[in-house]
């Protein structure tokens, strides 16, 4: 008698540690690696953006690049400087050689982590030439662009915050020094 019944029993266990196993969901089904709150942000898209005017001696804003040669000098179109509803900020860059000569270009940035740019024209004879199939580039990493790395990091964008500055903080960033404090990202006292 006591070999049926045991037999019996051993025949009952194979279910009843399947059933156990069952309510032990964090073994069997291990939760995913994103929790619940977390949800999928839209995805960024640009907006189409007109070309500014051809811009005026008296609009131009200097401003100094970490530039060890110093043989050119950098301005910003101020009155056409803006920050579009996708986050970017377009404006008009001159690049001024020492014997006179300049180079226009209309450009955008992203105040991303490492930041993105992009040129959408050169200007020549006094209007700009649309620039085709021209994509985002990173700013950080690449070599050969002090300018926008400056811009980026010092004049544009907030630090650590990564949105653009207002206008109006973005050209007296442009035209001067501002308090270190002013550059760090933090609210003011």
Not at 12 to 29: G, K, M, T, W
Not at 53 to 72: C, I, K
Not at 85 to 103: F, H, I, K, P, Q
Not at 107 to 136: L, N
């Amino acid at each position: 008698m006591k070999f049926p019944t045991l037999i019996a029993l051993l025949a009952c266990f194979p279910v009843a540690s399947a059933e156990a196993a069952r309510e032990r969901a964090f073994i069997d089904e291990p939760e995913p690696p994103t929790p619940r709150s977390v949800e999928d942000g839209e995805l960024w898209q640009e907006r189409k953006a007109a070309l500014p005017p051809w811009p005026q001696d008296g609009d131009l804003v200097e401003f100094q690049v970490d530039d060890r040669a110093r043989s050119f000098r950098y301005f910003i179109d101020g009155r056409h400087l803006e920050v579009g509803s996708d986050g970017v900020v377009r404006y008009t860059l001159v690049v001024e050689a020492g014997s006179g000569v300049r180079n226009l270009s209309v450009e955008g940035i992203r105040c991303t982590p490492q930041g993105d740019h992009k040129v959408y024209a050169y200007g020549a004879g006094g209007s700009f030439k649309p620039v085709s199939g021209e994509e985002w580039q990173p700013i950080r990493g690449r070599a050969g662009n002090q300018v926008q790395r400056d811009l980026h990091g010092h004049f544009l964008c907030v630090p650590l915050k990564f949105q653009p500055r207002p206008k109006k903080d973005m050209i007296r960033a442009l035209r001067g020094p501002i308090n270190p404090r002013q550059n760090t990202g933090f609210l003011p006292d």
